[in-house]
Structures are given as structure tokens and as C-alpha cells.
């Protein structure tokens, strides 16, 4: 704990303190005042040192900790954006493929309507023509044509999104992996 760490501290100041006292008393008494003086400037420089040298080493382990979960909550915030920035493109997709998708079949639908509109104006009925129902029986299996082509893009688009966000999120993680072993 800190207390043990902080009485262990006092305990060796206390024994370096009395070590250096008997040495500068055994030099005033000896009548050399100036080897005193080292003994005391080179006792103070010693536990400044010690002192910086325990600082240096804890605020090192603050630093460490503070640096890694800093590490972790960035590798999660960039997570959870790769994750919201493919779900708004894995929507898009679906959707524009849904709006080709009707666009498509309203655009055939209303050739038919219009036909039959111009069937009413000249002989007063809906009914279309032979050659009427032909062309829109074309213009059908043309429109299913394009809509399973339109699915088809649809899911290679959405493989490779699925692929961009798995290639994303490994890189993130080997990031976050070889910053954890720093």
C-alpha cells in the first residue's frame, strides 16, 4: 500500500540521516568543518536524488496507466465509429437499391397505364392490344432482368462493405494489440 511504501521511505531517509549526522559529528569533532560540509551537501544530493528517482518511477507508472486506457477508450471510440459509419453505408445501399428497384417497376407500370389511357381515349376501353401485352411483357421480364441485377450489386456491395469494416476493425485491434506491448 501507499503508507507501507511512504513508512519505508522514512525508515531509510531515517537511517541515511543518522549515518550522515555520525559522520559529520565525527568531523567537527575531528575539527575538519569542511569535511562536514560534504558530508552534509553530499547526504542532501543523495536524497534529492533518491526523491526524483522515486517520482520518476511513479509518475512513469501513472504515465503507463493513464496512456493505456487512453489507448483503450480511442481503440473503442474508433471502434464504434467504424461500426455506425458501415451501418449508415450498409443502409444507404439497401436503400438505393430499393428506389432503383421501384423506380423500375413504377416505369413499367405506368407504360402500361399509359397505353390503356390511350386505349380508352381511341375505342373508349382498357384493354390492351396484342402487340400492347407483348411489348409489356418484354418491358416485365426486362425490369425483373434489371431488379435481380440491382439485388445482385446490392449484396456484392454489402460483401464488401462487410469486408471493409472486418479489414478496419483488424487493423484497429493489431494497433491496440502492439500499443498494449509498448
Given at each position: 500500500?501507499?503508507?507501507?511504501w ?6 531509510e531517509?531515517k537511517s ?7 559522520g559529520i559529528?565525527?568531523?567537527m569533532a575531528?575539527?575538519?568543518t569542511?569535511?562536514?560540509?560534504k ?5 542532501i544530493?543523495?536524497e534529492?536524488t533518491k526523491?526524483i ?5 511513479h ?7 493513464f ?5 483503450e477508450?480511442g ?5 464504434t465509429?467504424?461500426d ?5 453505408q ?5 436503400v ?10 413504377t416505369t413499367?407500370?405506368m407504360g ?5 389511357f390511350k386505349?380508352?381515349?381511341?375505342t373508349g ?5 396484342p ?7 418484354a418491358?416485365a421480364g426486362q425490369?425483373s432482368?434489371e431488379?435481380?441485377k440491382?439485388?445482385?450489386d ?11 469494416r472486418?479489414?478496419?476493425?483488424a487493423a484497429?485491434q ?6 498494449a506491448?509498448?
Open positions: 500500500t501507499a503508507v507501507a511512504l513508512k519505508d521511505r522514512f525508515v531517509l541515511d540521516a543518522v549515518a550522515a549526522f555520525q559529528s565525527d568531523a575531528a575539527g575538519d569542511s569535511l562536514a560540509a558530508v552534509l551537501w553530499a547526504t544530493q543523495m534529492a526523491g528517482a522515486a517520482l520518476e518511477s509518475w512513469l507508472d501513472f504515465k503507463n496507466w496512456v493505456g486506457i487512453w489507448s477508450v481503440t473503442s471510440i474508433a471502434s465509429l467504424i455506425a459509419f458501415y451501418s449508415v450498409s443502409a444507404w445501399v439497401d438505393s437499391a430499393g428506389m432503383q428497384t421501384a423506380w423500375a417497376e413499367t407500370g402500361v397505364m399509359w397505353d390503356q386505349n380508352w381515349l381511341s376501353s382498357f384493354e390492351l392490344t402487340a400492347q401485352q407483348d411489348k409489356h411483357m418491358a425490369m432482368k431488379n435481380q440491382i439485388e445482385q446490392r449484396k456484392a456491395a454489402q460483401e464488401r462493405l462487410r469486408s471493409q472486418s479489414g478496419a476493425q484497429l493489431e494497433d491496440a494489440d502492439r500499443a506491448q509498448d
